[in-house]
Structures are given as structure tokens and as C-alpha cells.
């Protein structure tokens, strides 16, 4: 079988693909025809069907996994194309090569019986927070390029950049992973850690609201309308209400005070663009998100907050957002810190936990 975790989440479906690349003479003799069109399908495209696309900027080549040296590429694609997914397992013959795909995520548990009923694959699944950390243990120690990083002067557009941040002494601190809602962790060890908090408005609420309210299709859709957009119209903020600063409490004139505040008002509702709607919803998300990790953080006097997930893919406005709140409300003292493979981590987990089975390491 090929070395595959997958991560069936409610939004996204993300696929961690390791392809040996020290493959002997003999094995390749010995690779049976079903595998080795799987490989060369998934490494020979970028994009399958409509929706599936390859992160070729993310692959990491020269990777150790087990006793084998390969690339990982990294797969995903919309989970309600799941059947097309299940569809092109069923075409490629992967129940000649296993009787199990390892999987993670909610989707593991939704899909089950169908996997079982089209494919004849059953999925071995895995507590999905389990493998999110055992995915960010292992990718931070593995990639050759530095995964970890922070932005520096985030609202400051010309002295904006994005710095490395050395993460290979992290505990204990904080993860707060955005899906299609939102879970937070204390780390305080490799093995040890648990969920503190969490919020059901995520990357999946803020795609939602975007496609009530501007009619758009895509997260890839909403983010480009959010960049070009100004919530300050949408918003009412505190300057709305004082006139300027409320100095007692350092609120400066441009926090928001209200969301969607100014949209009480018929007028300003008629002037409202989608793109400013969609900003003030990728606000609302991201606000409400770097607050309850910055409660979390003080609770549990962690100073390091880490934010993985498909909802900070290609999307900078939020990043510069938490980076900003979380320095400032906590005067310089906690540090929001991204990762490069943002929402991989549970399919890298995955992974390992593939290589738990028994299959030898030494196998393609």
C-alpha cells in the first residue's frame, strides 16, 4: 500500500503522500502495476479533477521516514468531493494492494462504512489531536527549512516581515487549531498535553457567512474579496462611539468595538460592498479567535500561542491580525507563531501511526 495518512476534516480533506525515493532495482522489479500507477498518478499531477490540488511549494524532498528516504507531498481536497475521492480508489484498485487506509479527522468515523461498501477498504482511525501534535513534532524536526515563524511589525506595511523562530525547545505552549472550528491545547510535553478550550466559529463559519453574504463558492474566493475589502465600514469602532480614543482602558480609536455594528443602519447596509462584508466577517472570525487564545494563554501562563490550519492558508490578513492582538494586549509578552504546513499536521500524524502497523519500514 502506498505510505498515505489522510485527515477527513468537515471542511478540508488533507492527504500526506510519502514516495521512497532509494528504491532498489529489485524493488522496483517487484512493485506491482496498482502501486506503481498510484505513484506515478499522484506525483505526475498538480491538480486532479476540479478540486484536488498538490502543495508542490510545501513538498519536502530528502525526508526521512522510518528507514527510508523520500519525498512527502501533500494532497487536498474539498471532503464533499469525498466520493469522487472513494470513486478514484475504487478505479485505481487500491483494495488490491491493502485492506485499510489510515485516517483521522471526523470524517473517519463519517465515511467509514462507505469506504467499506464501495472500495472494500476499512479505515484505521486515529484521534485527530493525537496526530495533530505527533505532525508538528515530527515536520518541525524534519524539514530542512524553518517551520516555525512569526511576523514582525505585522500592521506596519512597509517594516511588515516574517521571521524564523526557533521551536526546537517549545514546551510548554499553546496550539490553537483552525479547522471548520476551532481547538486549543496545552502542551506541555511530546506526549502530554490537553484541550483547554475551543469555539465553534472557525475557517467553516467564516466561509459560510462569506457565501451568505457575498455569494462567493470558495475559502481561495472569500480571502481574495476579504484582502480587497475595508471592514471599518462594516464595523462600528471604538472612535464610532467616543469620537477618538478611550483612553482609561488603551483602546485606541480604531479597535473594533462593535462587528457589523454600522449594519444597523439602512443607509450604510445599502453602501456595504461584498468585499467589505467579507472583510468584516474575516475580522469577526479572527478577533474572536485571538481573544479566547490570549484568555487561554494568561490561564494557563503559557507565552508561546502556535496557530496551524486550513484557515491561515494564503491567508496573511488573519496572521497579521493574532500577530498584532496577541503582542500588543499582552505588552511584547506572548508571541503568535505559524507553521509552513499549516493544516497537514494530523495527516503527517497519520503517517506515523501508519508505520505503527507493522508494515516493515524497509516495504514500499
Not at 89 to 99: D, G, I, T, V
Not at 276 to 281: F, N, P, S
Request: with cysteine; proline share 3%; aromatic share 10%.
Amino acid at each position: 500500500m502506498p505510505w498515505f495518512g489522510m485527515d477527513i476534516g468537515g471542511t478540508l480533506t488533507k492527504l500526506v503522500y510519502f514516495e521512497p525515493a532509494d528504491i532498489s532495482e529489485t524493488e522496483e522489479l517487484q512493485e506491482v502495476e496498482t502501486l506503481r500507477t498510484i505513484r506515478h498518478y499522484l506525483t505526475g499531477n498538480v491538480a486532479y479533477g476540479d478540486t484536488g490540488i498538490r502543495d508542490v511549494h510545501l513538498e519536502m524532498k530528502n525526508t526521512v521516514l522510518g528507514s527510508r528516504r523520500g519525498t512527502m507531498h501533500f494532497i487536498r481536497f474539498p471532503t464533499s468531493q469525498m466520493y469522487q475521492f472513494i470513486d478514484l480508489a475504487k478505479s485505481k484498485n487500491f483494495s488490491s494492494l491493502s485492506s485499510a487506509i489510515c485516517a483521522t479527522g471526523g470524517g473517519a468515523y463519517k465515511f467509514e462504512e462507505d469506504f467499506f461498501k464501495i472500495v472494500s477498504l476499512q479505515l484505521h482511525k486515529y484521534d485527530e489531536l493525537d496526530c495533530l501534535l505527533k505532525g508538528i513534532h515530527y515536520i518541525d524536526r524534519s524539514n530542512p527549512q524553518s517551520e516555525c515563524y512569526y511576523w514582525k511589525n505585522p500592521q506596519e506595511h512597509d517594516k511588515c516581515e516574517k521571521v524564523p523562530f526557533d521551536f526546537r525547545d517549545p514546551y510548554p505552549y499553546l496550539v490553537v487549531n483552525i479547522g471548520s472550528g476551532v481547538s486549543i491545547l496545552a502542551v506541555v510535553s511530546p506526549t502530554e498535553y490537553r484541550r483547554v478550550s475551543g469555539t465553534s466559529l472557525g475557517g467553516g463559519t467564516f466561509l459560510g457567512l462569506c457565501c451568505l453574504l457575498t455569494g462567493c463558492e470558495t475559502f481561495e474566493e472569500a480571502i481574495e474579496l476579504a484582502s480587497t475589502g475595508d471592514s471599518t465600514s462594516i464595523d462600528k469602532l471604538v472612535r464610532d462611539i467616543y469620537g477618538g480614543d478611550y483612553e482609561k482602558f488603551n483602546l485606541k480609536g480604531h479597535t473594533v468595538a462593535s462587528s457589523f455594528g454600522q449594519m444597523m443602519s439602512k443607509e450604510k447596509r445599502a453602501m456595504a460592498s461584498k468585499a467589505d462584508l467579507a472583510k468584516a466577517t474575516l475580522v469577526t472570525i479572527t478577533n474572536n479567535i485571538g481573544s479566547i487564545a490570549r484568555m487561554c494563554a494568561i490561564t494557563e501562563k503559557i507565552e508561546r500561542v502556535v496557530f496551524v490550519g486550513n484557515f491561515l492558508r494564503v491567508n496573511t490578513v488573519s496572521m497579521k491580525l493574532l500577530s498584532y492582538a496577541m503582542e500588543f494586549w499582552s505588552k511584547g509578552a506572548t508571541k503568535a507563531l505559524f507553521l509552513e504546513h499549516e493544516g497537514y499536521f494530523g495527516a503527517v500524524g497519520c503517517l506515523m501511526e501508519y508505520l505503527k502497523l507493522g508494515h516493515p519500514c524497509h516495504d514500499l
